[in-house]
C-alpha cells in the first residue's frame, strides 16, 4: 500500500482519443444574464442598442434587447473546452460557417453539442494534430441557436 493516492486531473482529450461521427454533450449549460450581456457588450466597445436599449428593442422585429452573438459564440465555444480541450489544445486554428439561426435572449439556458467531422495529423508540426469540430448551440427548448465549426491544433498522446 502506498502513502501517496493516485492523481487524476481533468483534460480535455488527446487527438488520439477524437472519434469522428460521435456527438459529445457538454453539461452544464449556462443561463444567459442581462448582467452577461451588458458587460460583454460594453467591454467589446459594441455600442450596439439591440443589447444595451430596451426602449430602443422593443421596436424591432423581436421585441427584446438580443444577446451579443459574440457572447453567445464565445460562450458555446467555452462550454466544450473542459471536456474537449483542457491542457490538450495547442492552438485554436480558426472558426467559420459561424451562424445564428435564432436569437438568443436574458434567460435562456445554452447548451452546446460537438460533433468531430475531421482529424488528421499535422504534417508540419509532429506530436499534434489538427481536429476540425463542428459546434451546435440551443436553447432550452432545443431551438438551434448557433452553430460554428472549430479547427484546433491538438497534441497527441506521448
Known amino acids: 500500500m502506498t502513502d501517496t493516492p493516485r492523481e487524476i486531473v481533468q483534460r480535455g482529450l488527446y487527438f488520439d482519443e477524437f472519434e469522428t461521427d460521435v456527438v459529445y454533450r457538454h453539461t452544464p449549460g449556462r443561463t444567459a444574464t442581462e448582467a452577461d450581456n451588458v458587460?460583454?457588450?460594453?467591454?467589446t466597445m459594441n455600442a450596439q442598442a439591440l443589447h444595451l436599449d430596451e426602449a430602443y428593442a422593443i421596436t424591432q422585429p423581436f421585441g427584446r434587447r438580443l444577446m451579443n452573438s459574440m457572447w453567445t459564440l464565445s460562450t458555446l465555444v467555452g462550454l466544450s473546452v473542459t471536456q474537449l480541450t483542457q491542457g490538450t489544445l495547442v492552438a485554436q486554428l480558426g472558426l467559420s460557417d459561424i451562424s445564428f439561426?435564432?436569437?438568443?435572449?436574458?434567460?435562456?439556458?445554452l447548451t452546446c453539442e460537438t460533433v468531430v467531422v475531421?482529424?488528421?495529423?499535422s504534417k508540419s508540426r509532429p506530436g499534434e494534430g489538427i481536429v476540425t469540430l463542428k459546434h451546435t448551440g440551443r436553447n432550452q427548448d432545443g431551438t438551434i441557436v448557433a452553430l460554428a465549426t472549430r479547427v484546433a491544433l491538438m497534441q497527441v498522446k506521448a
Do not use: I, N
Open 118 to 121: 475531421d482529424k488528421r495529423l
Open 101 to 109: 439561426p435564432h436569437p438568443l435572449f436574458a434567460g435562456d439556458t
Open 39 to 43: 458587460l460583454f457588450t460594453t467591454l
